[in-house]
């Protein structure tokens, strides 16, 4: 094989390499799934959830993810309350980002967040648990900061 030959190859191996990677993560292990509810005002707005628990399952998140349903969204566990940040590399989709303290109160929203962004979120104080909702969701339903969110996750402190 000559030089360019060489090259060329070693280029198409590569490309497969990235293309079974990304099929490998898509296909990971599946969440457990959860029912939601979010009472704003007189209204409640259910979804199904996606847990994120472990280490691994938090890391992962919703990256390479295309789409989404517009009831569904994943919630992140972290276990114990504290300064929580999230970014958006290698997620496709716009996200809002609810940053929920241990009572179920909605503590502050970043909505719309870029895709594929190494921007850090904040979570603008203590919080024990994020909930990703595609881009847009927080403003159609009139969700907002102090509204209740209610999952078994949650205690009525």
Known sequence: MNCY???????????????LILALVQTAAAFETSSLTIRSGDRA????????????????GLMFRESMAADA?????????????????????PLDMLFIR???TIHHIRQRTQPQSEEVIPSNGRVKAV?????GTVERLGIRAGD??????????
């Open 45 to 60: 707005h259910t979804f199904t959830v996606e847990l994120a628990r472990t280490p691994e399952e938090r890391s992962r």
């Open 131 to 135: 909930l990703e909702l595609n881009g």
């Open 102 to 104: 241990s009572d179920g």
């Open 5 to 19: 030959a060489e090259r060329r190859f070693s280029g198409i191996v590569m490309s497969l390499a990235g293309l």
């Open 148 to 157: 209740k969110v209610e999952h078994p996750m949650f205690s009525a402190d």
């Open 73 to 93: 969204g994943m919630l992140f566990d972290f276990g114990r309350v504290a300064r929580q940040a999230m970014w958006m590399k290698n997620t496709f989709i």
